[in-house]
């Protein structure tokens, strides 16, 4: 399962209706994919469709969407939101990660 801050949910609904998104009804679709500095990058984007192998997860009245291959790295991961001067957008607080990069867009396990 994937968590969602009070802080992550409303930036998102605030972004997902600027992207012409329904914060009610679509999803945010996080994953996983190869790359940056650490090895494994998070992938995070709005959706509304939903894929036959997808896990569909709801907390904090926010949908999350992700694919099959991503579920192993992300469980117990809180999506979080980081503004500010220093803010960093969208940050994901994942347990599983053994080495994350400074930017915080990577990780290892």
Known sequence: MIKVSDNAKEKAAVLMK?????????????????????????VLKFDNKKEETDQVFEDNGVKIVVDKKSILYLAGTTLDFSGGLNGKGFVFNNPNASRTCGCGESFSL
Do not use: Q
């Open 18 to 42: 600027e992207d012409g998104y329904n914060p009610e009804t679509d999803y945010i679709r996080v994953g996983v994919k190869s790359g940056g500095c650490s090895g494994l990058e998070y």
